[in-house]
């Protein structure tokens, strides 16, 4: 079982790696079964098609999301440090899941009903606790008076393509890039 384990491991490894490069449409399995060395038949004694790889990926990096929000939204805190580890749990994921990001954003309208629906579900409900977190902390005065339609939106672009600049700019003390990316985008909304 646990040879099985590994094997689909090392397919979802590579196919993210081939998915992230040539994007999802341009991928086959022919091309993932070569990149491995094997026959694209082989393939299929692990995983039954494309769609199970990209699901698997997508839902995998979007769980861990919203695990980490749940866990941050429930303490009993302020709304300014539960930020604070929300830009600390998007460097975290972003910087040690590149490929899941990218097709995260990229290839997510390519998932297909039950997994698109649990996609979006899941989405939706992060950044309504993100949304919420935001309110919070204007009412209670640790936040400036601003739409928080427009905080939201400029948090998340920004922390949902991290990935981007961090491979461009590459290696970096995490701890300097949290650090620097609270100060960033949380002294423009403090009060």
Do not use: C
């Not at 929300?86 to 097709?103: V, Y």
């Amino acid at each position: 079982m646990m040879k099985v384990l590994n094997r689909k491991s090392e397919i979802l490894k590579v196919a993210k790696d081939l998915i992230t490069e040539k994007g999802y449409n341009a991928v086959s399995m022919r091309d993932l079964a070569k990149a491995l060395d094997i026959k694209a038949a082989s393939l299929y004694n692990h995983i039954a098609n494309k769609q199970e790889i990209l699901s698997t990926i997508i839902l995998e990096i979007a769980e861990a999301f919203t695990f980490g929000m749940t866990q941050i939204f429930n303490e009993e805190t302020t709304s300014i440090k539960k930020l604070q580890d929300l830009i600390g749990l998007h460097i975290d994921i972003s910087i040690n899941n590149s490929g899941a990001m990218a097709m995260m954003h990229n290839d997510w309208k390519h998932l297909e009903a039950d997994e698109l629906i649990r996609f979006v579900t899941l989405r939706n409900a992060y950044e309504n606790n993100f949304r919420t977190i935001i309110k919070q902390g204007i009412n209670q005065g640790e936040i400036i008076n601003k739409n928080p339609e427009v905080i939201v939106f400029s948090m998340l672009s920004t922390l949902q393509t991290m990935y981007l600049w961090y491979e461009k700019r590459g290696k970096m003390d995490v701890n300097i890039l949290k650090t620097d990316m609270v100060s960033v985008l949380l002294d423009g909304i403090r009060t």
